[in-house]
Nanobody
Framework: QVTLVESGGGLVQAGGSLRLSCAAS????????MGWFRQAPGREREFVAS????????SYANFVKGRFTISRDNARNTVYLQMNSSKPEDTAVYYC???????????????????WGQGTQVTVSS
């Protein structure tokens, strides 16, 4: 059974930092492209960042470029999202996602997601 468990969410002031983690189990982690998505109340789930199997390639939504960094540690079966210079509009539930195994294509759409985590709440106060 594949399980993705996010942690690290919470309350942060505008301009502050958080690091989200996603621990994966039940899959060959290094074979899966990974990503982060978010969903704010009343809005659709949207792409935030993705990373390739090796971690050499990344992709970001325009609204987080230069502020967020995605990384992965294949030895620890974990993917991270470092959030810097947070803004109130970053408030959302953040979801970890795994794409199709063995593909070099980054997971940047909800349709490309094979597995989802349960989500972690991030609240940025102004």
């Amino acid at each position: 059974q594949v399980t993705l468990v996010e942690s690290g969410g919470g309350l942060v002031q505008a301009g502050g930092s958080l690091r989200l983690s996603c621990a994966a189990s039940g899959l060959s982690f290094s074979s899966y492209p990974m990503g982060w998505f978010r969903q704010a109340p009343g809005r659709e789930r949207e792409f935030v960042a993705s990373i390739s199997l090796s971690g050499r390639s990344t992709s970001y939504a325009n609204f987080v470029k230069g502020r967020f960094t995605i990384s992965r540690d294949n030895a620890r079966n974990t993917v991270y999202l470092q959030m810097n210079s947070s803004k109130p509009e970053d408030t959302a539930v953040y979801y970890c996602a795994a794409g199709a195994p063995g593909t070099l294509v980054l997971v940047t759409t909800t349709k490309a997601v094979r597995y989802w985590g349960q989500g972690t709440q991030v609240t940025v106060s102004s």
